[in-house]
């Protein structure tokens, strides 16, 4: 059974600039949720989709946004991109009942120069 | 709103000792508790879940965690260190409450170092 999916696996880009990450769940699995890790922060949520629709959001300004498409694949867009969003961005995904374990990707590292 | 705390940002050991990774949660409502691992510019890989039933759980690389709902504890212990064991551990929750719809989400803690030295 194939993991999850991250591409690209880095990414450069410039200020200004904007990106779009993409993420394929395991088969089989509805929910995705997408995460930033920086040696600062740790871990943060970012926000979860499924059925297409965001279901949870967390506390980041609306340059972060994401999708889900009907095949379950995620994308997640930064629009004008700033120094302090690089980070790695780690995807999950995960079934929609019981105690919703979430089986990562290895995750974009982005870089803003 | 759930939160968790590893009390070890690094945590030393020699190869062949025993080591104790600390966790600590809080939350309103019951909990699903997870440990991840993670090895240098990789994702994070499941070690152990605590869902339900008995509170000792065993994960893979032969680690256990205990679950102390008296004490909102969630240790990770391991007899035995490898050097392989090296990585950042990392201790996580989602709330029974959100789990099965909306408002899903998993609570990390900031993550301790794990360095096994020869």
């Known amino acids: 059974k194939a993991g999850v999916t991250q591409t690209p696996r880095y990414l450069i880009k410039t200020r200004g600039q904007q990106v779009t990450l993409s993420c394929s769940p395991i088969?089989?699995?509805?929910?995705v949720s997408w995460y930033q890790q920086t040696p600062g922060q740790g871990l943060q949520f970012l926000f979860e989709?499924?059925?297409?629709?965001?279901?949870n959001k967390g506390n980041f300004p609306g340059r972060f946004s994401g999708r889900q498409f009907s095949n379950s694949r995620s994308e997640m867009n930064v629009s004008t991109l700033e120094l302090g969003d690089s980070a790695l961005y780690l995807c999950?995904?995960?079934?929609?009942?019981?105690?919703?374990?979430?089986?990562f990707g290895q995750g974009t590292r982005l870089t803003v120069v | 709103a759930q939160s968790v705390t590893q009390l070890d940002s690094q945590v030393p050991v020699f190869e062949e000792a025993p080591v104790e990774l600390r966790c600590n949660y809080s939350s309103s409502v019951s909990v699903y508790l997870f440990w991840y691992v993670q090895y240098p510019n990789q994702g994070l890989q499941l070690l152990l879940k605590y869902l339900s039933g008995s509170t000792l759980v065993k994960g893979i690389n032969g680690f256990e965690a205990e679950f102390n709902k008296s004490q909102t504890s969630f240790h990770l212990r391991k007899p035995s260190v490898h050097i392989s064991d090296t990585a950042e551990y990392f201790c996580?929750?989602?709330?029974?409450?959100?789990?099965?719809?909306?408002?899903?989400?998993?609570?990390f803690g900031k993550g301790t170092l794990l360095t096994v030295n020869p």
């Open positions: 088969s089989g699995h509805r929910s």
């Open positions: 996580a929750v989602s709330t029974h409450q959100n789990s099965g719809g909306s408002n899903y989400k998993l609570t």
């Open positions: 989709y499924f059925s297409e629709t965001q279901r």
């Open positions: 999950a995904s995960s079934l929609i009942s019981g105690g919703r374990e979430a089986f």
